[in-house]
T-cell receptor, first 113, second 109 residues
Framework: DAGITQSPRHKVTETGTPVTLRCHQT?????MYWYRQDPGHGLRLIHY???????DKGEVSDGYSVSRSKTEDFLLTLESATSSQTSVYFC????????????FGPGTRLTVL | QKEVEQNSGPLSVPEGAIASLNCTYS??????FFWYRQYSGKSPELIMF????GDKEDGRFTAQLNKASQYVSLLIRDSQPSDSATYLC?????????FGAGTRLTVKP
């Protein structure tokens, strides 16, 4: 998985609780991304980062926030989880944006009851 | 209309046959095109990328791009049971990578 780890790998939580997912890379890539994958929708971009403290919204950012305090770490937070946020979450990295291949982490399966 | 469309399948081919996976995209300004393979419960892994019209070959895989028709395809020659997976087409538009929902391929021994 190109030097990318995600934690936790599985999580079950209840509606209304905060949840933080972590992505860690050892490749020193500038760009990091959070996607969610749902049946019939493919992968959809939630947020991405282009450097420490530099982040921007993706296609489905409502209900999510992110932070990047170090090059290697990108956190995704669900402030108050809802059942519609039950999904598989993938982190990805790339060296550039717009032309470059993205490499994916192993994923986190999140269930919100 | 979805930005990137793929037939969801399942596509079933016998071992040794050619599997043909298709993808269409809606934005003529799309720049780069990727095929990822995803095994059940695993993360997507890159198979190939293609930027220019025509064919690009890598081993048993050939990607074909036709920008005029807004069409990209992936051919898998001599299909093996280990090729059974979901294949994701991805397109870069305005610096964002957009994914199709994937085509599930089954290669039967």
């Amino acid at each position: 998985d190109a030097g990318i780890t995600q934690s936790p790998r599985h999580k079950v939580t209840e509606t209304g609780t905060p949840v933080t997912l972590r992505c860690h890379q050892t490749e020193n890539h500038r760009y990091m991304y959070w996607y969610r994958q749902d049946p019939g929708h493919g992968l959809r971009l939630i947020h991405y980062s282009y450097g420490v403290k530099d982040t921007d919204k993706g296609e489905v950012s409502d209900g999510y926030s992110v932070s990047r305090s170090k090059t290697e770490d990108f956190l995704l937070t669900l402030e108050s989880a809802t059942s519609s946020q039950t999904s598989v979450y993938f982190c990805a990295i790339s060296d550039t944006r717009g032309t470059d291949t993205q490499y994916f982490g192993p994923g986190t399966r999140l269930t919100v009851l | 209309q979805k930005e990137v469309e793929q037939n969801s399948g399942p596509l079933s081919v016998p071992e040794g046959a050619i599997a043909s996976l298709n993808c269409t995209y809606s934005d003529r300004g799309s720049q780069s095109f990727f095929w990822y393979r995803q095994y059940s419960g695993k993360s997507p892994e890159l198979i190939m990328f293609i930027y220019s019209n025509g064919d690009k070959e890598d081993g048993r895989f050939t990607a074909q791009l036709n920008k005029a028709s807004q069409y990209v395809s992936l051919l898998i020659r001599d299909s093996q049971p280990s090729d059974s997976a979901t294949y994701l087409c991805a397109v870069i538009r305005n610096n964002d990578m957009r994914f199709g929902a994937g085509t599930r391929l089954t290669v039967k021994p």
